[in-house]
């Protein structure tokens, strides 16, 4: 007994002294690929943790439920169906059952497990059999195909596999091949709408639009985080030069490609070659800096109140909304859209001559270029419903870029010591930037549909439309909603009416990032 004491205090002291290391480094990972995960239902929490820490002095990582790197499923007690509830209840995303993974497993696979003290080959007999939840399952996870039926916020948790996606949609957008760069576009849309990070090619099975090649990209990156195909598209000298060429106001992939053919690459080549430019491309040339630097949301309100002060001083009663990225909950943009109505429907007729001319007069506009209304849908439904899929739309409009004045000087860029970059009288530089600047001018009864088709995101708005027309046989614009059977218009007040038409949950805009 009394040789037992001294045994006993040494044990103590070298606690104190040695507080141990944390649990996960005293059993280093003896097997990176296999990640356990215990079901605590009908287990225990008493076993489950006793079998934890089993696992992890053996090499094996355990994790919860809810951690996506989950690879074996181990149950005692319970059925497949009610592993699959739990594993859902508590926070799984990426079930596959179909594809066995995460594999769905009983003790005896974890104790043959352990006793080898490695992880074992799966048999059909360690197995748990998932019977009537398969489809059910998928039902669950469901994405819905249409971008107007789902709910995309603007942080999401793939970011990296929709830029390299994005970028394949501008590539082939670049080639003129329309189709694959929407297919490309439509991926990475699903993607962004996942509640989910993807880590493994197997989560992408029962997801819709991802074709072939969009899953060929998407298992690359996965895997070697990168695709060689991306990689070389990004590198490529006419990648680079498209980019720089369609990135000019009023450039399109038409004017660039021609360039391109041309030899040109940069736009100092452009400069050199007199390249015949457009007015508006001689504008966006001349801005290209200031018109590439991302719009601030400051910036978007500051032109907004300008547009309002406008708009007051023209015709009273007359609403400003501000449309496009800003009204998503973007923090920037490329350009300012803005919507201008009165209730007074008719009152609108002639408001953006005077607010354009008000705008000039204070210096406000560098450069604009308006369209008149040329909207006579009423007369003939049939021959817009077919060009409505073109997405252009026939409001009156004006195109412009505006000379924003920037607070007490602050010189932001290159960019504000420009041709304009002006002293005033005082002898104090005044500094501002050029922005991208749309102005639309909606009838009142049409401005919910203006408000709705003008918010977007593109993919969002293409969607609705496509949706609009094979769901429901409606055509959907910017200025109306058509049945197209029973040849009448539906009216609607609001943006919510215009969903309730089409038997659409409402979306409300920060959920259209699409
Ligand atoms: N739009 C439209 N008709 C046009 C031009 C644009 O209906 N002639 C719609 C687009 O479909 C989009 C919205 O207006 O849904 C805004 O377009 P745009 O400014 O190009 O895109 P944003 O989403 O605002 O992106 P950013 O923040 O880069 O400006
Ligand atoms: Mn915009
Ligand atoms: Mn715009």
Redesign the pocket.
Known sequence: MMSQFPVKKKKQQQRLRLPGPPAPLAHPVRFPKVVLCLVEKRMGATRKAFLTTLARQRGFCVEDANSDRVTHVVSEGNSGDEVVEWLLKNGSRGIDVLGGCPALLNTSWFTESMSAGRPAEIEPRHRLQVAAHAETLEARCQVPVYACQRRTLLAHRNQTLTEVLQTMAEEAHFCGSEARSLAFSRAASVLKSLPWTVRRVQELRSLPCLGEHSRRIIQEVLEDGASAEVERVKHSERYQAMKVFTKIFGVGVKTASRWYQEGLRTLADLQAHRAKLSKEQEFGLLHYDDLNTPVERSDAEAISQVVRDAVGQCLPGASVTL????R?G?QT???V?LLLTHPTEGQEVGLLKKVISWLDKQGFLLYHSSRRNTFQAFEDPELWSRSSAS???HFERCLSIFRLRLPGGVQISAGAQKPGGAVTGSGVSSFWKAVRV?LVVTPFSQFPFALL??????NF?RDLRRYSKHEKKMALN?HVLYHLEQKIFLTAASEEEIFQHLDLEYIPPEERNS
């Open positions: 449309a496009g990225g800003f998503r973007k943009g490329h350009d859209d997405g252009m739309d749309d088709g003008w918010t977007g995101s593109k708005e910017n």
